[in-house]
C-alpha cells in the first residue's frame, strides 16, 4: 500500500523525546512467553492508573475490574503479573502513545479466532492499522511487522499470504484509555526468575530489550512531528507513540546545524531533487554528534523493523541530475519491496537463517547422558494426592492467627480484622469467615478462606503458593497434557562449549481432548510444532539442569493449554514459563547459543516453579 504524502521532517533541535507538557495516552501491557507485549483493556488500565496515583509501590487486583481476571495481581514496584492459582508471573510495562491513535480514540481492531470469539491486535499493531483506515487506504500488509497476512478494508478480512486462510476482521469503539499529562517516568526494568529486582540476562530477553532499545534509536525522530503552518517553516510539535524501554539520549545534537535530511516515505520530500543511490558515502551516519536528520512516515514498530522503501531529501543542489536510484530488495531477493512497504525502516541484507538442528546423525550417534537413567520419560494422567480437601490443604500450611495484624488480606484485599471477601460466595467446611491463618515459611498471613478460593482456582494438586513472596508449599504440578520426553548426548559441540558434547530432548506431545484440569473440558486441543528439539551443553551444570527438567516433566510443568500468542490459536499446547534452547547452531531468535547466563537463568526458573534442590536431582 503506497502511502501519499511527504515523509517527515525532524527539524534541527528535535531532541527525539516529546515536550514534557503535552498529553500522552497510556497502555498497560504485559509480556507473554513469545516476547511480546500484550495490552490489558481500557477499563483495566484506568483501573491501574487509579491505584498508581494512591500507591506507586502497591498491589493491583485486576479481579476488582474484569472478572475474568480474578486471578491476577500486579505487583507495582517489581512491575509483574502474577497468577494466584499457578504462581506464573509475567512483566509488565506502562507505554504511552499519542492521543489521535486508535488507544487515544479507544478504538479497538480484532481477528476472530477458532472459537468464533474475537482477539485483539497488539496495540503497535492496532495503531498501524488504525492509521491505515483513517487515510483510506483499501488494504494493508503487515509483512513488514513480522506477520504473513494482508488486511482488507473492503471485506474487512485477514489473510494469510501463505495459507491463504481467510478471518473475519472488525473495528469497534470502546472506552479510550486513560490521558495524563507531565513528564513520562523512568521505565522499571523486569525481574525474572527469583525475585532479584534484577533485569533477565538471558539471551532470548536481551534480543527483545536490544532489538527494542535499536528500534527506538533508529525512529527517535518519529516521536516528534512538525506540521508546516501554510507552508512556512515554523510547526507544531506533536507527541507520538514513546517507549519507556529506551532511556538514552537524542541521536542528534540539538545545536548542530543539519546539512542532510533523509525523508522515509512514500511521497516527495520537501525541497528533494531526486534520489540517491543508498551507499556508504551518502547514508547518514547516526551518532549524538552527527549531522544528519532522518524522518520516518510510518508506525514504530520496535519488535520486528522490516523491509521499507527509503527515499532520499537533501539540500538544493547536492544531487546532479540524472543520477539513478537505487531499487532496494526485499528479503528474499525476488524483486522490488511491495509498495504497501514503503514508508517503513530499510533492510539492505538478506536476513541470516538461524541454524536450528545439529548436523545429520544415526540413532548409533545418540547415548545415554551420563549420570542419568534411562532416555525416556512418559506422562499419562494427572497424579493427585486423594482424600486431601482444600480445606486439610490449607490448615497443612498455615498456622491460626488469634489477634490478627491491622493489614489487608492481599487475597480479598478486605482487612484482616473483618470477615472474609469471600463470605456467602464460598461454601466452606469447618472454616470460619474471619479465621486468620500464617504460612509457615514466610510468615504471610491472609483469611484462610481466602486461601481456600485460591486453591479451588488453581490446579488442587495439594500444594500451595504464596500470593505475595510466590514460597511454594508441597510439590507443585502443572497441566501438561500427555507426552513423552527423550534426551540422549549427540557428538557435536553447541556454540559457546567447544569441548563439550550436546544433550538433545525431545518432547513429542500428541493432540488430543481437555479435560476438567485444561480450560475447554471436553473440547479438542492441537499441538503444533511437535516433536520439538531442545539443547543443553553436556557438562555437569548441563546435566544438572536435564535432571531438573526431568523432574519439571514429571510433574507436568514444562508445557500446558493455552492460546498461542504467536498465531493467536486458543487451545493448542504452549510453553509453560521454562525458558528452552530450540536453536543449535546460532543464537538468532534469542533461543540458542552462545548464551553464557542461560544455564543459571533456567536453575532460577525451575526453582521459582519448586523445582530445585538436591531431592530433586536423585534419579
Not at 514534557?20 to 492508573?49: D, F, K, S, T
Not at 510547526?235 to 545545536?255: I, K
Not at 541470516?352 to 548409533?364: C, V
Not at 508445557?559 to 521454562?578: L, Q, R
Amino acid at each position: 500500500m503506497a502511502r501519499p504524502g511527504s515523509g517527515l521532517m525532524l527539524p534541527a533541535n528535535g531532541l527525539g523525546y516529546p515536550p514534557q507538557n503535552l498529553a500522552r495516552v497510556v497502555v498497560w501491557e504485559w509480556m507473554n512467553e513469545h516476547g511480546r507485549w500484550r495490552p490489558y483493556g481500557a477499563a483495566v488500565c484506568h483501573h491501574i492508573e487509579n491505584v498508581l496515583k494512591g500507591d506507586a509501590r502497591g498491589t493491583v487486583v485486576l479481579g476488582q475490574v474484569d472478572g475474568q481476571l480474578s486471578p491476577y495481581v500486579i505487583d507495582l514496584q517489581s512491575m509483574h503479573q502474577f497468577r494466584q492459582d499457578t504462581g506464573t508471573m509475567r512483566p509488565v510495562q506502562r507505554n504511552f502513545y499519542d492521543p489521535s491513535s486508535a488507544p487515544g480514540k479507544g478504538v479497538v481492531w480484532e481477528w476472530e479466532n477458532d472459537n468464533t470469539s474475537w482477539t485483539p491486535y497488539d496495540m503497535e499493531i492496532c495503531v498501524t492499522i488504525q492509521n491505515a483506515y483513517e487515510k483510506q487506504h483499501p488494504w494493508l500488509d503487515l509483512t513488514s511487522l513480522g506477520f504473513s497476512y494482508l488486511i482488507d478494508f473492503n471485506s474487512m478480512s485477514q489473510t494469510n499470504k501463505q495459507s491463504q486462510r481467510k478471518r473475519r476482521l472488525r473495528r469497534r469503539m470502546d472506552l479510550a484509555y486513560p490521558l495524563i499529562m507531565g513528564s513520562i517516568p523512568k521505565s522499571q526494568s523486569w525481574p525474572v526468575g527469583a525475585s532479584s529486582g534484577q533485569p533477565c540476562s538471558c539471551q532470548q530477553c536481551i534480543l527483545v530489550n536490544s532489538t527494542r532499545a535499536a528500534s527506538n534509536a533508529i525512529l527517535a525522530s518519529q516521536r516528534r512531528k512538525l506540521h508546516a503552518a501554510n507552508g512556512g517553516t515554523t510547526g507544531t510539535l506533536t507527541a507520538v507513540r514513546q517507549s519507556n524501554t529506551f532511556g538514552g539520549t537524542s541521536l542528534w545534537s540539538t545545536n548542530s546545524p543539519t546539512t542532510n535530511n533523509i525523508g522515509v516515505g512514500g511521497g516527495q520530500a520537501k525541497g528533494e531533487q531526486g534520489q540517491v543511490p543508498l551507499s556508504p558515502d551518502n547514508f547518514p551516519v547516526m551518532s549524538p554528534h552527527g549531522h544528519n536528520t532522518l524522518a520516518i512516515n510510518g508506525q514504530n514498530n520496535l519488535n520486528r523493523p522490516g523491509t521499507q522503501r527509503i527515499s532520499m531529501a537533501t539540500p538544493r543542489g547536492t544531487i546532479p541530475p540524472g543520477v539513478p536510484a537505487l531499487p532496494v530488495k526485499n528479503l528474499t531477493g525476488s524483486g522490488p519491496v511491495h509498495p504497501a512497504l514503503a514508508g517503513l525502516p530499510v533492510c539492505l541484507t538478506r536476513a541470516p537463517k538461524p541454524i536450528l538442528h545439529p548436523p545429520h546423525i544415526t540413532k548409533s550417534d545418540m547415548k545415554p547422558v551420563p549420570g542419568v537413567n534411562g532416555t525416556r520419560r512418559k506422562t499419562k494422567k494427572k497424579h493427585l494426592r486423594k482424600g486431601k480437601t482444600p480445606e486439610d490443604v490449607v490448615k497443612r500450611y498455615t498456622d491460626k492467627i488469634k489477634v490478627p495484624p491491622d493489614e489487608d488480606c492481599t487475597i480479598c484485599m478486605e482487612r484482616l480484622a473483618t470477615a472474609s471477601g469471600y463470605e456467602g460466595v464460598l461454601r466452606h467446611k469447618g472454616i470460619k469467615p474471619e479465621s486468620v491463618g500464617k504460612l509457615g515459611k514466610c510468615g504471610h498471613m491472609y483469611h484462610l478462606l481466602c486461601l481456600v478460593a485460591m486453591y479451588n482456582n488453581g490446579n488442587k494438586d495439594g500444594s500451595l503458593q504464596c500470593p505475595t513472596c510466590k514460597t511454594i508449599y508441597g510439590e507443585k504440578t502443572g497441566t501438561q497434557p500427555p507426552g513423552k520426553m527423550e534426551y540422549h548426548v549427540i557428538p557435536h559441540c553447541l556454540p559457546g562449549y567447544p569441548d563439550s558434547k550436546t544433550i538433545r530432548i525431545v518432547y513429542d506431545i500428541p493432540a488430543g481432548v481437555q479435560t476438567n484440569e485444561h480450560p475447554n473440558p471436553g473440547k479438542k486441543f492441537s499441538a503444533r510444532g511437535f516433536p520439538r528439539q531442545c539443547y543443553l551443553p553436556d557438562n555437569d551444570k548441563g546435566r544438572k539442569v536435564l535432571k531438573l527438567l526431568i523432574t519439571a516433566w514429571d510433574r507436568r510443568l514444562i508445557f500446558t493449554i493455552g492460546t498461542s500468542s504467536t498465531t493467536g490459536e486458543s487451545d493448542t499446547v504452549v510453553w509453560n514459563e521454562i525458558h528452552h534452547k530450540t536453536e543449535f547452531g546460532s543464537n538468532l531468535t534469542g533461543h540458542g547459543y552462545p548464551d553464557p547466563n542461560y544455564l543459571d537463568n533456567v536453575l532460577a526458573e525451575l526453582s521459582a516453579q519448586g523445582v530445585g534442590g538436591e531431592d530433586n536431582l536423585k534419579d
